[in-house]
């Protein structure tokens, strides 16, 4: 049944050109495609290898802070790059670098995966937060008060969490595993 009034038209198509060039919010399109792009550039230009290089500062150090340390990391590089091309990036350095810290490559990678999602501060973050800037009711430093307390919170909880409930739950220890051997 269609529902009737000039309100509604009858259509064969679901979406035309002039509504998809008004109502789409290109700005964030293009800020998202360019979060990607940076990854993928990163990639083949040999940053990610020299990104994973300069983390042998925590060589002997304790799971719990190396863990911490990503995660902080990757909170703030997920700020001005989209969680997917942060992720995209950094699992291939956080692989090796386990493997050059002898630490299980789950904990870290687990822990920066997670670490990723905890983009509350910019609009570039995350898809979700762009759309809401989007509408011009919401300030950057708005977002910033808030999204400071909670990317501190939450890194928190996901180094805690990695630390007590992955060794119950997932069976995922510091310990480096055999498999994980180049």
Same mark, same amino acid.
């Given at each position: 049944?269609?529902?009737?009034? *000039? ?5 064969? $198509? ?39 290089? *300069? ?26 790059? *989209? ?55 919401? $300030?950057?430093?708005?977002?910033? $008060? ?37």
């Amino acid at each position: 049944m269609q529902p009737t009034g *000039s309100k509604f038209q009858r259509s064969d $198509r679901m979406l035309d050109l002039e509504t998809v060039m008004k109502k789409t919010p290109w700005d964030v399109i293009i800020l998202l495609g360019g979060g990607n792009a940076i990854a993928q550039g990163c990639k083949v230009s040999g940053l990610s290898e020299l990104i994973g290089n *300069s983390f042998m500062f925590l060589e002997g150090q304790e799971p719990v802070v190396i863990a911490l340390t990503v995660c902080v990391l990757v909170a703030l590089m997920t700020e001005v790059a *989209s969680n997917t091309a942060s992720t995209t990036l950094l699992m291939p350095i956080l692989a090796s670098m386990s493997q050059s810290l002898k630490l299980n490559p789950l904990y870290l990678m687990v822990s920066g995966a997670i670490a990723a999602s905890l983009a509350f501060c910019l609009p570039s973050a995350t898809a979700p937060n762009a759309m809401v800037f989007s509408f011009k009711e919401i $300030r950057v430093i708005d977002m910033l $008060r808030t999204g400071v307390a909670m990317n501190l919170l939450s890194v928190l909880l996901v180094v805690l969490g990695m630390s007590t409930w992955s060794k119950g739950i997932l069976n995922i220890t510091e310990t480096f595993p055999d498999w994980a051997e180049p």
